[in-house]
């Protein structure tokens, strides 16, 4: 069952066409990827569907609900990663992880949450002072923390070292084994082949491949997902 159905969705910033009839369907508890260049469009999608935008043509579902007509609604079952600035430096963990459960109407016990994401041994610890790979963490865990169906993570492991990135992996992996679905905007093709289930390439606003990694890999007659990236978007 499509847990995300997005048909010829356009979108134009003052004059700039960022988004020109993209269609995706994402399907219940898979890791679907959106990669693409700078400037393809891939934040409006992910921005439409959480109903942060509102598309100038085309249709988005997001379990069902237009996300526009149905905000409050749809805020209650997706979970989405926040950028860095949205928290004060001065919130500990556990202050986070309770206020954010307390935006739901039935949310997961965020105790259980700061638990299995490890974080219970930085509970008492200020936002500023955790390192990047565990502000993702929280991040990740923050966007659980609603027992969401559908979680949207956005360059998720930009700026982590290797073993954070890792890690980071491991923790999605463990969502969508979960049931959760999961999308990720990601510029980095290992962890794409690595992670999705499928992934949808998207160039100039528009989506111009779609499949599984070994799919992709196949259409472009290419030895691994970052070559095939760069035959299908005709960039060296
Ligand atoms: N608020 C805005 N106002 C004007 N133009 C915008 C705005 N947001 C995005 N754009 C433009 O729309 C296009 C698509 O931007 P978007 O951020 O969706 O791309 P992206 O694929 O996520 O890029 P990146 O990989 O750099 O994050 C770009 O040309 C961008 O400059």
């Not at 992670?195 to 100039?204: E, F, K, P, T, Y």
């Amino acid at each position: 069952m499509a847990v995300i159905e997005i048909n010829e969705l356009t979108k134009t910033y003052h004059g700039t066409q960022a988004l020109n009839g993209v269609s995706l369907r994402v399907e219940r508890g898979e890791i679907f990827g959106i990669a693409g260049p700078n400037g393809a469009g891939k934040t409006t999608i992910v921005e439409c569907v959480s109903g942060l935008r509102r598309p100038d043509g085309g249709t988005v579902r997001v379990l069902g609900l237009n996300p526009q007509n149905n905000r409050r609604a749809l805020l209650q079952r997706i979970g989405a990663q926040l950028q860095e600035a949205a928290l004060p430096d001065g919130i500990k963990v556990g202050e986070a992880l309770r206020m954010y459960a307390s935006f739901y109407d039935n949310p997961a016990d965020w105790r259980a949450v700061m638990d299995e994401w490890g974080l219970t041994g930085r509970k008492g610890t200020r936002f500023a002072s955790l390192s990047g790979g565990w502000k993702q963490r929280l991040f990740i865990a923050l966007a659980l923390v609603g027992d969401p169906e559908v979680v949207l993570l956005d360059e998720l492991t930009t700026g982590l070292d290797p073993d954070a990135r890792r890690t980071t992996w491991v923790l999605i992996r463990a969502m969508r084994d979960r049931g959760v679905t999961v999308v990720l905007v990601t510029h980095f093709m290992d962890e794409a082949e690595a992670l999705c289930d499928r992934i949808a390439i998207v160039s100039g606003g528009r989506v111009i491949a779609e499949g599984s990694p070994r799919e992709l890999i196949t259409e472009a007659r290419a030895a691994s997902l970052e070559d095939a990236y760069f035959a299908l978007t005709g960039r060296n």
